[in-house]
């Protein structure tokens, strides 16, 4: 027993020795290969912290996690002084067999601690994040089954955001969202072409405007929703969720399909244990200071549907039906 006792052990000890070193003999190996891959992938300037590059088995077994600090993306040419993406900590864990195999390879969680983006569209339609550079046109019949069947196939199974600020201005419009304090986490099997996806997201602070004017300032935000996806026919259709705007929350119904160019919508929405007081959470900031004093109250109804093709030439029929009972 003794024996058989003290050679687990020394397999214990050399098990956990060879997930630990591991790591370092490839860790050269699978920097070179992500620096590869964003040079033939992405138009934009990249950077990172190579000391707070890190690769790991010991601790995520049995997935291989990634670790890359201080991870930028900057602009090129009229975008060359403005940062798209900035990452304090980028963490991703790979599962290890799926590597291995190398066929289909399964990402069991990608994790962006403390992100800061920044979205930019010029007046002429130029932006910044069209970064991905373009792949030469290839005839179908150029295309053998054995290259169709060997193509990379990658599937996300969790992501999380961790206090993100996104800043999105579209100056064709003209209009802005800012979205500080981001929290964010999604599951499912990306790799399936029908699955369910589950997400939770909560803002701390919403701002957005159109064409001069701020239609909410410095608003809370929260989402707790699971949409059926259907990637075949690209079709994503709305199950268990809620949304909350400060006070005022809704919820959706239905389904939005992109089978082509056109969007195609058939949804319904209704306020959920919505008052008037949730009405008045909405008013901006500026405005807050005239509603010391106020005492309100009232049911409020709050509901409505968005059914039809949103095109060049067409868009959905939008009806809305919001009522006051025992208002004061």
């Not at 709050?302 to 809305?320: A, H, I, Y």
């Amino acid at each position: 027993m003794k024996k058989l006792l003290l050679a687990i052990g020394i397999l214990l000890v050399v098990f956990v020795g060879v997930l630990a070193l591991i790591p370092i003999f490839f860790k050269d190996d699978i920097q070179a290969a992500i620096n590869q891959e964003l040079d033939n992938t992405l138009k934009a300037k990249i950077a990172y912290d190579t000391d707070a590059f890190g690769v790991s088995l010991l601790s995520t077994f049995p997935d291989i996690g990634i670790t890359i600090g201080n991870f930028g993306i900057v602009g090129i040419e009229e975008f060359e002084d403005d940062t798209l993406l900035f990452v304090d900590e980028f963490r991703i864990s790979v599962d290890l067999m799926s590597a291995i195999s190398g066929e289909k390879i399964t990402i069991s969680n990608v994790t962006l601690d403390q992100p800061q983006i920044q979205l930019l569209v010029l007046t002429d339609g130029t932006s910044n994040y069209d970064i991905v550079k373009e792949t030469e046109d290839v005839d179908d019949e150029e295309i053998t089954t054995e290259e169709t069947s060997s193509g990379l196939d990658i599937g996300i199974e969790q992501w999380d955001i961790i206090n993100a600020d996104i800043i999105y201005y579209d100056l064709t419009l003209p209009f802005y969202i800012t979205m500080f304090g981001l929290d964010h986490n999604g599951s499912g099997d990306l790799k399936q072409d029908v699955f369910d996806m589950s997400t939770v997201t909560s803002i701390s602070d919403v701002s957005l405007g159109y064409d001069g004017i701020e239609y909410v300032s410095s608003k809370q935000f929260g989402a707790d929703v699971v949409m059926a996806m259907d990637m075949t026919n690209m079709k994503f259709t709305f199950k268990q969720n809620r949304m909350n705007l400060n006070n005022f929350s809704f919820g959706f119904d239905g389904f939005v399909s992109m089978p082509s160019d056109d969007i195609d919508m058939d949804l319904t929405f209704e306020g959920k244990d919505i008052d008037l007081i949730s009405i008045l959470s909405l008013i901006p900031g500026a405005y807050q200071e005239y509603l010391d004093g106020v005492s309100a109250g009232g049911e409020v109804g709050f509901s409505g549907l968005v059914k039809g093709t949103f095109n060049d030439v067409e868009m959905p029929r939008v009806n809305t039906t919001f009522s006051i009972s025992d208002g004061s």
